[in-house]
């Protein structure tokens, strides 16, 4: 087997043939110029369009890239877990396919990394153009999950360099309903930011829609967090000391004859009946949040250890981009936009 690479990029895609050539060649050609060795991991979440054949075809004449194909579409973060678990790199580079993610933004967020920092994250100057109702979705996602994972995640995305002590820190976290840009603000590192401008899509269009973001932050709220579990214990705690004041209000009318025969007795019922089962749900919603915790089985504490000194190697092998066949769009002409 060939020595690791000092880097590798996982790139998940999901019917992403119109961009497959242009993706390629771009980080291809950015890392070539930086003359560190690497690896292109290009993960087919079940495509359906022939993307996993064009990289498979690509990977012929290509040592680089790495096709890694998925039985069935599994989801993005599965995508990227998938990738994560393939890669060798000293460093391993997340980004997207359709080049919203600017390849040339590569040479800034390894030189924050050869500075030492564990995680260099690349963070929106703006969003680019969306729609409104998807824009607010987007806004009200980041909003209520980073409250969650006690993060800022307004300008996020998943572009990121993860040290490898970092991704062997997520490759050990055992859930099955991950949120990757949760788990890495979880872990905490030391981290450095890069700005960049979202580019227009090199091809093709979005996958998510406002109701599949909805969905994502609902699945997103339960399985990363147990906020929601001990909301409805505060909400029962809330309602039961409301109850408790109009208890005594109720009892100040009777006591003063002012309150309807029979009424006293139907409204003190209801409320300490609702106010034991509201207190009862809250302690079993907190019991609930325990359990929730231990069985994700993320490691009790990270120990950040210090790197060890590598010795740069060039790349055993010149790369050139091939003639892309004559059935696939030339570098600048795939369709943009949205």
């Not at 599994?74 to 890669?87: N, R, V």
């Not at 929106?124 to 800022?152: H, I, M, P, S």
């Amino acid at each position: 087997m060939s020595p690791p690479p000092e880097l590798s990029v996982v790139v998940p895609m999901y019917d992403e043939v119109a961009v497959v050539d242009r993706l390629v060649d771009a980080v291809v050609a950015e890392l070539t110029s930086l003359g560190r060795s690497f690896e292109l991991i290009c993960v087919d979440d079940g495509s359906r369009d022939g993307t996993g054949e064009r990289l498979e075809e690509r990977a012929a004449t290509l040592p680089v890239l790495v096709p890694l194909r998925l039985s069935r579409n599994f989801g993005k973060e599965a995508a990227m877990a998938a990738g994560l678990a393939a890669a060798r790199g000293a460093a391993v580079i997340l980004m997207d396919a359709d080049l919203q993610h600017p390849p040339d933004l590569l040479p800034q967020m390894l030189a924050r990394w050869d500075e030492g920092y564990d995680v260099v994250n690349a963070v929106k100057q703006d969003r680019g153009r969306e729609g409104l109702l998807y824009g607010l979705a987007a806004r009200l996602f980041n909003r209520l999950v980073g409250r969650a994972v006690d993060a800022d995640l307004r300008r996020s995305s998943d572009y990121k360099l993860l040290d490898r002590q970092v991704v062997d820190v997520l490759n050990a976290c055992e859930e099955r309903n991950r949120f990757f840009r949760g788990l890495v603000a979880w872990l905490g590192f030391s981290v450095a930011e890069v700005p960049f401008v979202v580019a227009e899509r090199a091809g093709g269009r979005t996958k998510w829609s406002t109701s599949q973001l909805v969905r994502y932050t609902i699945s997103t709220l339960v399985s990363f967090s147990s906020l929601p579990l001990r909301a409805i214990a505060w909400l029962g705690f809330l309602t039961t000391a409301f109850a408790l004041l109009l208890s005594i209000q109720t009892l100040w009318n009777w006591a003063r004859g002012a309150a309807v025969d029979g009424f006293t007795t139907t409204i003190l019922a209801i409320l300490i009946m609702g106010g034991a089962i509201l207190v009862c749900l809250g302690v079993i919603a907190a019991y609930l949040a325990a359990i929730y915790d231990e069985i994700k089985a993320r490691p009790l504490f990270v120990v950040r250890s210090p790197r060890r000194s590598r010795a740069r190697e060039a790349p055993t092998q010149t790369i050139q981009s091939s003639p892309a066949p004559s059935d696939s769009p030339a570098p600048g002409t795939s369709p943009g936009g949205r």
